[in-house]
Structures are given as structure tokens and as C-alpha cells.
Nanobody, 124 residues
């Protein structure tokens, strides 16, 4: 079992930055691939970024590539999402999720554990 708690969301102007954190409980954090997803109002939840167990490989949705960076600190049981050059279309509830896989996956059903989400609002 893994419990995930996101933090760091808020209101920011377009062009600004935010860093989201996701703290995981348990001793097996390094056994999980981690991902970030988001859901905007009226839209389906979508993949944002993912990182492997050790953090040696990452993958991004085209919409955030070059602006967002996912990272993890296994000693702190935490995964991060650094978001730069934010746009109004980045407004959404952001979720972190854990998948017991050794590879990158963008498939939501492979993520067994989810946080409660944190709201990010980007004003124009």
C-alpha cells in the first residue's frame, strides 16, 4: 500500500512557475514508477509526465515538454513536478500516481495508487 499526498498547487499568472510535490508513505517508494496526471474542468484526466523507479528515465506529454520537469528523491519518498512558463491551459487538478512497474507507462489503469489532487490555476 502506498499513500500519496500532493502539495504545491495554487494560483499563478501566465508565464510563472510552480513546483508540485507528492509525498509517499511506506518503505517501498523506490519500487514504484511515478506519474503526474491532470484533469481540467469538463475534460478527461490526462497524462502529464512519468519517471522510472530510479529516476534515470522520464517521459512527457507533448503539451508540457520543455516546460515541465519530473524528478524524484527516493530518500525523501517524494516526487516533484517543476512547472515553468505556465499557460492558462495548464489549469487543472494535478494528481500524482504510483505504478508497480519498472518501465515508463502513460496508461492510467497501470497506476494502482493515486493522490487526492492539488489545484493549479493559471490566470491570463
Amino acid at each position: 500500500q502506498v499513500q500519496l499526498v500532493e502539495s504545491g498547487g495554487g494560483l499563478v499568472q501566465a508565464g510563472g512557475s510552480l513546483r508540485l510535490s507528492c509525498a509517499a508513505s511506506g518503505r517501498t517508494f523506490s519500487s514504484y514508477g511515478m506519474g503526474w496526471f491532470r484533469q481540467a474542468p469538463g475534460k478527461e484526466r490526462e497524462f502529464v509526465a512519468a519517471i522510472t523507479l530510479s529516476g534515470d528515465s522520464t517521459y512527457y506529454a507533448d503539451s508540457v515538454k520543455g516546460r515541465f520537469t519530473i524528478s524524484r528523491d527516493n530518500a525523501k519518498n517524494t516526487v516533484y513536478l517543476q512547472m515553468n512558463t505556465l499557460k492558462p491551459e495548464d489549469t487543472a487538478v494535478y494528481y500524482c500516481a504510483a505504478a508497480q512497474v519498472k518501465y515508463i507507462t502513460t496508461t492510467q489503469r497501470r497506476y494502482a495508487y493515486w493522490g487526492q489532487g492539488t489545484q493549479v490555476t493559471v490566470s491570463s
